[in-house]
């Protein structure tokens, strides 16, 4: 198990209440995310994804938190062989137990390893653990998304690559993918800047109204103090 790390003063000193990460999600199917409103997220397991990332490790007692990975870590949760929704769950830094929060290692390579706390594993790959059940006091929002119901948006998260340098490279795509299916407004104009595939215009004018379809997506919870 992962062994936390605090800060030093000068550390601290060098990270603004602006830059403290407020919010934190992780992305699994429709049948973990609507029980997590109420009894939390318990690591479990995902055993048909033996060669694949897997983002919840029960025998560790880990589960893999994000700020922009949460629909690719629904993708790999759901199960192959049936029709199963995705889900992406908001959680409040605040109502987490800092000590449980640890950096991710996993995806970097050996010289990229040298992160000491969760808030820089997030900004070098995007991803950080938890260690234990989240409880249920985090969890703020949950939404609930088809992938079969827009191609764009599904395609783009199915081309997912993780590591130090995929996550330097794509992080504003990611984002703006991130931000659209947790309920942000963002436009079709934010994720052709970060496409670097020229489009016609009348090929542009097919995404952005494919881009207006929400139709698979559905807020399930919102926390009722907010």
């Known amino acids: 198990m992962p062994t936390a790390q605090m800060l030093t003063a000068d550390e601290a000193a060098d990270v603004s209440p602006k830059q403290k990460t407020t919010t934190l999600y992780h992305g699994t199917v429709e049948r973990v995310a609507k029980l997590a409103p109420s009894q939390g997220i318990r690591p479990y397991s995902v055993p048909h994804h033996t060669d694949e990332p897997a983002f919840s490790d029960e025998q560790a007692g880990t589960i893999t938190l994000t700020t922009v990975y949460a629909a690719y870590q629904a993708f790999m949760a759901a199960l192959p062989d049936k029709r199963e ?106 994720w052709l800047a970060e496409q670097t595939e020229q489009y016609r215009r009348a090929q542009e004018d097919a995404l952005r109204e494919l881009w207006q379809d929400r139709s698979g997506l559905d807020r399930f919870y919102l926390l009722s103090s907010e």
């Open 85 to 190: 929704r995705w889900a992406i769950i908001e959680l409040r830094v605040d109502r987490l137990y800092d000590g449980n929060l640890q950096p991710c290692t996993a995806f970097l390579k050996r010289k990229e390893k040298d992160v000491r706390t969760w808030e820089q594993s997030l900004e070098r790959s995007g991803l950080c653990l938890h260690t234990g059940r989240v409880p249920a006091a985090a969890v703020s929002k949950v939404w609930v998304y088809d992938p079969l119901s827009n191609w764009l948006i599904t395609r783009s998260v199915l081309h997912t690559q993780l590591g130090a340098t995929a996550h330097e490279t794509r992080r504003k795509e990611l984002a703006v993918i991130h931000r659209w299916l947790t309920g942000e407004f963002v436009t079709a104009t934010d």
